[in-house]
């Protein structure tokens, strides 16, 4: 009698005819070449990613140097600027104190001047009236006329 079959997958022997393993050894190697063209794809692919990191990396980092030199432009620009600024700032303030001094002394000489007119205005109307008319003021003054 025939021995029994096995059902282990190790024991299990499967005949095929020559048309069908013909066909399975195709299958194969359909299946090999489209793991290899995956593979290849997929090579194909990280070539292509790494390629454009490198070039954004190149881009980023030229950007960068652009950036830090325009900014150090405008800061060196700015410091300038600034620099002109307080300088005119500081003209500007002695001139306001000169200005002030001047006014000052302008004031003082104004009010001197007030003052010594005032003194003078007595003499100057006595002095327009004449000598007689000044003694008929001062006589009626005082009541003698």
């Given at each position: 009698?025939?021995?029994p079959a096995?059902?282990?997958a190790?024991d ?9 393993m ?7 190697e ?13 090579k ?9 990191h490198q070039r ?10 652009r950036?830090?030199?325009?900014l ?9 600027q600034?620099q002109?600024?307080?300088e005119q700032?500081n003209e500007?303030?002695l ?8 006014e ?23 002095a ?7 003694q008929?003021?001062?006589?009626a ?5």
């Amino acid at each position: 009698m025939a021995e029994p079959a096995s059902t282990s997958a190790v024991d299990t022997v499967v005949e095929l005819s020559d048309e069908d393993m013909e066909l399975y050894i195709q299958s194969m190697e359909r299946d090999q070449r489209n793991h290899e063209n995956a593979a290849a794809s997929i090579k194909e692919h990280q070539a292509t990613i790494k390629e454009e990191h490198q070039r954004h990396s190149e881009d980023l980092s030229e950007h960068h140097q652009r950036t830090s030199e325009e900014l150090s432009e405008h800061r060196a620009t700015m410091k300038e600027q600034n620099q002109a600024i307080s300088e005119q700032n500081n003209e500007l303030l002695l001139f306001a104190k000169a200005r002030r001094k001047s006014e000052a002394r302008l004031q003082s000489h104004i009010e001197v001047r007030a003052a010594s007119a005032q003194k003078k205005k007595p003499s100057a109307a006595a002095a327009a009236l004449g000598e007689d008319d000044s003694q008929r003021l001062g006589a009626a003054a005082l009541g003698e006329d």
